[in-house]
């Protein structure tokens, strides 16, 4: 199981891992993603435009030496961080809410690859087997240089305000002319 699961995402020993990324919601940066592997260390920091307090999220987790955390899923990110080398699927966690996922690679072309995360379909480009840009629900993921606070503009200044009406238990807002959230 163990190198079917490393030829599959392309992980294993090797050096650390530090890739930035920008969310694009309709060709509008939303958010920024940084990610870094280092040992036995996953982090994962985000920076949001439509949050208050800055929109700032991260996660630190323990990670064995393929990547996997305990009880053997590996995070979704760092799942699709190098193009995988064979067809098959895998357990995942999305690292903001730690919520159990099936990653599956459908589909290997070239430095396209295709597949599906919790049954939502994506597509990714790789270039020299790293992600360059990947597609899934309506987000676009595009590897950026750039500091990570300096891709997302603050979109709605201070942030969402509290008195929408929404109920507490919402779980999801749709903006007209922004696909579906």
Known sequence: MLPTLL????LGAGPAVDDRFVLELASVPVAAVEVRLE???FTYRAVHGFERDGGVVERVLAVDDTGRLDGGALPEVLALLRRPNALGCV???EERSGRPERLCVERLDGGSVAGS????AFTARYVDGRLEQLDVLGVRF?????PLAAQV???????????LGLPPDASRVVV???GQG
Do not use: F, K, Q
């Open 7 to 10: 030829a599959l995402l392309g």
């Open 39 to 41: 040992g036995d260390r």
């Open 91 to 93: 357990d995942a966690v």
């Open 117 to 120: 995360i919790a049954g939502e």
């Open 142 to 146: 595009v590897r950026s240089s750039a």
């Open 153 to 163: 503009p603050r979109v709605l200044g201070a942030g969402v305000p509290a008195s």
């Open 176 to 178: 007209e002319g922004l």
